[in-house]
């Protein structure tokens, strides 16, 4: 793995498969008619595709509101004579693409290479094709004492840093279990060599699988 500018990065492109459409149920895109009953009794009758009845409860989650206050609210901003059922497949998706809008931010590159800097101990983050994505001051902090560098032009000429487990084996077992990976890690600098321990864990970004690594011993 060679030592890359900790700010460079390339997000991974995200293509939308044949495999995605596999995992629609044909129970999603099947109508329900539900009968909603408003403020002051009012009742209608709607017809939704069930995903988008997930997702109106979904969006109700720990909310002190019901279906009927969102069906008041939308039948108010649509009028009597429009289509209510697609007012509130509107309501729904945007709320979900919001919330998806509010997750992607906080789960970004950059977000990341924040939790990094903050970290007071050595971490380093590493994507599935075993590169350096991120790494914080404690970490190069201990190669220059441990590798005796001078400075990080030394780590750009000829720095490898190697996993005793592969990454693409750890976001498996990441990805599968959600528990901590522990292995061991060579750092090797011209003739020089440092070996420690790390814990692994699944790095919180969206835009690629990467793993964030914690010494815990070097």
Not at 5 to 17: S, Y
Not at 77 to 106: D, H, K, P, T, Y
Request: charged share 20%; hydrophobic share 40%; glycine share 6%.
């Amino acid at each position: 793995m060679s030592f890359p500018d900790r700010h460079l990065f390339q997000p991974e492109q995200t293509d939308f498969t044949p495999a995605a459409l596999q995992q629609v149920e044909d129970s999603d895109a099947e109508p329900k008619f539900r009968a909603i009953i408003g403020k002051g009794g009012t009742r209608r009758g709607i017809r939704l595709e069930t995903i988008y009845w997930d997702g109106l409860s979904w969006l109700l989650t720990g909310s002190r509101q019901s279906i009927g206050d969102i069906v008041d609210q939308a039948a108010t901003q649509v009028g009597e004579n429009s289509n209510l059922a697609s007012m509130l497949r509107v309501i729904a998706f945007r709320w979900m693409w919001r919330r998806l809008a509010q997750m992607e931010n906080v789960y970004s590159l950059d977000h990341l290479n924040t939790l990094v800097q903050a970290c007071p101990t050595p971490a380093i983050v590493l994507t599935r094709d075993k590169k350096i994505q991120f790494f914080n001051e404690p970490f190069m902090t201990m190669l220059k004492q441990r590798l005796v560098m001078g400075n990080i032009a030394q780590l750009s000429a000829g720095f490898r840093f190697v996993l005793d487990t592969q990454v693409d084996d750890a976001i498996q077992s990441l990805s599968a279990k959600g528990k901590m990976v522990t292995t061991g890690f060579t750092a090797t600098c011209a003739s020089k060599q440092l070996t420690g321990q790390m814990n692994l864990a699944m790095a919180p970004s969206h835009q690629k699988q990467m793993v964030i690594g914690y010494v815990v011993r070097g």
